[in-house]
């Protein structure tokens, strides 16, 4: 980076790079939980930074010489409180306010960002309406209803047969209240409509039940609801085998643990998070606890082969895209198991899906 000042890292970074992931990265902590601090300013997660049992940090927005910036803030030791160049020196062990360390912490994160962190999917200028904005959820209140023949045909049209709905957890959904810190909710947020159906996700229990509501024909801001921050998702009924397989959604998993039943393969589990999220070490620890090799299936998209990258680069994971070497020729090529069922069916896909579990997961180790 010979020639370039500090003052040009700087503007690089706060013009091209996005805040909430660069600190998320240098705390070690999820995307989504950063978002949920800034979405109310009450919420507090622990700070990795230093011991915190009791969690003490929060986010925030705060108006700078002319521009927003993400403001990090410890209630409880301010040594900790900073932006995201002062988060990433403390963690990097150099001081931001010195010039020579500063150049250091800037070529530090242009060095990590260009190797493959992808952007996160809500950017800060949109974040009031976005899929973050129920972070501040503490309970959902689900009315379930009976599937209607609709119903059944959308979750077939990905493969996904009734009796994997019921082994998934999936619920089609009459009404569900979203209980929020800030407010005592009564009336529902959402009333089943035919044309805008709504499905719940089980998630599993903390101290309330948690729950990922999926509108699939919502616009992107209304498509998703949850009061799970967990970086990943189902991390409270883990089983232990030999292999987990992380994807990027319910519908994914859905159809991958439907293809591993029907060819009788009981050594692998399947999970799912957002390819923006990044798992914290205590979750990556937890993890390693129940499985021996790990791989991620995200989107054949440059947002999920960044996020594959990223996974197997920063914690080892092995990459498990599905897509065959011939498929490579052809233009538009389905990018998720879900959509390759759509456009081939479900034979088809299965097909493809013991080539690609033969070449990755069932070699000889």
């Known amino acids: 980076m010979k020639f370039i000042t500090s003052n040009n890292l700087k503007k690089y970074i706060d013009n091209n790079l996005n805040e909430v992931d660069i600190i998320a990265y240098y705390m070690d902590i999820p995307v989504m939980d950063i978002y949920a601090c800034i979405n109310d300013?009450?919420?507090r997660v622990n700070n990795t930074l230093r011991t915190d049992a009791d969690p003490s940090y929060g986010f925030q927005y705060?108006?700078?010489?002319?521009?927003?910036?993400?403001y990090g803030k410890d209630f409880a030791n301010p040594f900790y409180s900073g932006d995201k160049y002062h988060i990433a020196?403390?963690?990097?062990?150099l001081n931001c306010n010195n010039p020579r360390e500063f150049v250091e912490i800037c070529k530090d994160i242009i060095k990590v960002f260009n190797n493959g962190v992808s952007t996160p999917v809500v950017s800060k200028e949109v974040k009031k309406d976005s899929a973050y904005k129920p972070s501040n959820i503490f309970k959902i209140d689900v009315e379930k209803r009976d599937f209607?023949?609709?119903?059944?045909l959308y979750w077939q049209s990905m493969g996904i047969r009734k009796e994997t709905l019921i082994s998934e957890k999936i619920y089609a959904v009459d009404s569900y209240i979203l209980h929020q810190f800030d407010k005592d909710d009564f009336s529902p947020d959402y009333v089943y409509n035919p044309n805008d159906p709504a499905y719940a996700y089980y998630i599993g229990k903390d101290k309330y039940t948690l729950w990922e509501i999926y509108r699939p024909f919502a616009n992107k801001y209304n498509k998703f609801r949850t009061n799970n921050?967990?970086?990943?998702?189902?991390?409270?009924?883990?089983?232990k085998k030999d292999n987990l397989i992380i994807t990027k959604s319910k519908k994914d998993k859905a159809l991958i643990r439907q293809i591993l039943s029907d060819f009788n393969i009981t050594n692998v589990d399947v999970k799912y998070t957002s390819e923006a999220a990044r798992l914290r070490m205590p979750t990556r620890n937890l993890i390693k606890t129940y499985y021996r090799w790990i791989y991620i299936n995200f989107d054949l998209d440059k947002t999920g082969i960044d996020g594959m990258k990223y996974f197997n680069g920063e914690y080892g994971y092995n990459m498990f895209p599905f897509v065959l070497e011939d498929m490579l020729k052809f233009k538009n090529i389905p990018k998720d198991p879900t959509d390759f069922c759509k456009k081939?069916?479900?034979?088809?896909?299965?097909?493809v899906f013991k080539i690609l579990y033969n070449k990755y997961i069932n070699y000889e180790k």
């Open 89 to 93: 020196g403390i963690s990097l062990k």
């Open 41 to 43: 300013h009450r919420l």
């Open 344 to 351: 081939f069916g479900y034979d088809a896909t299965k097909k």
């Open 62 to 70: 705060i108006h700078e010489h002319g521009r927003y910036k993400l």
């Open 148 to 152: 209607t023949y609709y119903d059944y």
């Open 229 to 239: 921050n967990r970086d990943l998702k189902e991390l409270y009924e883990l089983t």
